[in-house]
């Protein structure tokens, strides 16, 4: 549930991407533009209670699923469509799987996200997505990351 507009809620589960703007009483179908409507992790904008982040699972096989060689990020936004933020992540050779908790972002303005992938690299946006850099490399699958603010 988004903090600033508590009635806004998105999943993705195993059939598709949801939105609710009614605590959950009803929800919409909103994957249509993503490459596939299969994947994990799933993000909220911080400033932007329209806006959330997913990344697509090519769902081929039950043992993996992974991208389909590119790895990107998608953002759902005000317009109802998905914009694809892949400038810095890997374009090629990228089969890669994020798990459930393991895609979040930050309360910062702008936005901060991150994701870890089961191969141990931990990606991260300091740019709500527009552009990522390689946080941390050669880690054991990671199945988890939270943001935290450190003053």
């Known amino acids: 549930m988004h903090p600033a507009a508590p009635g806004v809620l998105f999943q993705q589960n195993h059939i598709g991407v949801y939105k609710s703007t009614d605590s959950g009483d009803s929800w919409q179908r909103i994957d249509s533009g993503l490459p596939y409507d ?8 911080a400033q932007d209670a329209n806006s959330c982040f997913v990344i697509p699972l090519e ?14 990020v998608y953002q759902y ?7 694809k933020r892949a400038k810095g992540l890997p374009r090629k050779h990228a089969h890669v799987s994020v798990l459930r908790q393991a895609l979040t972002s930050d309360s910062l ?7 870890g992938t089961q191969g141990g690299t931990l990606f991260a946006s ?13 880690l054991p699958p990671i199945y988890s990351v939270t943001a935290a603010i450190v003053e």
């Not at 299969?38 to 904008?45: D, N, P, T």
């Open 109 to 115: 303005d702008p936005c901060g996200v991150y994701f």
């Open 38 to 45: 299969f994947g994990f992790g799933i993000a909220m904008h």
């Open 126 to 138: 300091n740019d709500s997505g527009a552009s990522w850099d390689t946080a941390a490399q050669y």
């Open 59 to 72: 769902p081929v096989d039950y043992s993996f699923r992974a991208t389909d060689g590119e790895l990107a």
């Open 77 to 83: 936004g005000r317009s109802g469509k998905w914009r």
